[in-house]
Nanobody, 124 residues
Framework: QVQLVESGGRLVQAGDSLRLSCAAS????????MGWFRQAPGKEREFVGA????????LYADPVKGRFTISRDNAKNTVYLQMNSLKPEDTAVYYC?????????????????WGQGTQVTVPS
C-alpha cells in the first residue's frame, strides 16, 4: 500500500521560510518523480514543482521560481519543499505526489499517488 504523508505546514508571516516534508512508503521511491502541488480555497489544484528520480531535473511554476526549492533524500524516501520569502498568495493546502517513470510532469493527471495535504497559511 502506497502512502505519501506530508508534514510541516503551519501559519507563518509574510517573508518567513518554511520546509515541508513528504515521507513515502510502499513504492520504489528512487523510481518515482516527486511533485508538489497546492490548492487554495475556491481554486483548482496547481503545480508547484517537481523533481526527477536522481534530482537531475527540476521544474517550478513561475510564481515560485527563485523562492521554492525541491529536494529529495532517496535513502529516507522523503521529498522536501523549501519555501522562502513566503507571500499571502502562497496560502494553500500543499500536496506531494508520486509519478512512476523518469519524466517530470506538471499535470495533476500525470501523478499516480497523492498525499493528504498540509496547510500553509500566510496572513496578509
Amino acid at each position: 500500500q502506497v502512502q505519501l504523508v506530508e508534514s510541516g505546514g503551519r501559519l507563518v508571516q509574510a517573508g518567513d521560510s518554511l520546509r515541508l516534508s513528504c515521507a513515502a512508503s510502499g513504492l520504489t521511491f528512487n523510481r518515482y518523480v516527486m511533485g508538489w502541488f497546492r490548492q487554495a480555497p475556491g481554486k483548482e489544484r496547481e503545480f508547484v514543482g517537481a523533481l526527477s528520480w536522481g534530482g537531475g531535473t527540476t521544474l517550478y511554476a513561475d510564481p515560485v521560481k527563485g523562492r521554492f526549492t525541491i529536494s529529495r533524500d532517496n535513502a529516507k524516501n522523503t521529498v522536501y519543499l523549501q519555501m522562502n520569502s513566503l507571500k499571502p498568495e502562497d496560502t494553500a493546502v500543499y500536496y506531494c505526489a508520486g509519478r512512476s517513470g523518469p519524466y517530470v510532469s506538471t499535470s495533476t493527471t500525470g501523478y499516480d499517488y497523492w498525499g493528504q495535504g498540509t496547510q500553509v497559511t500566510v496572513p496578509s
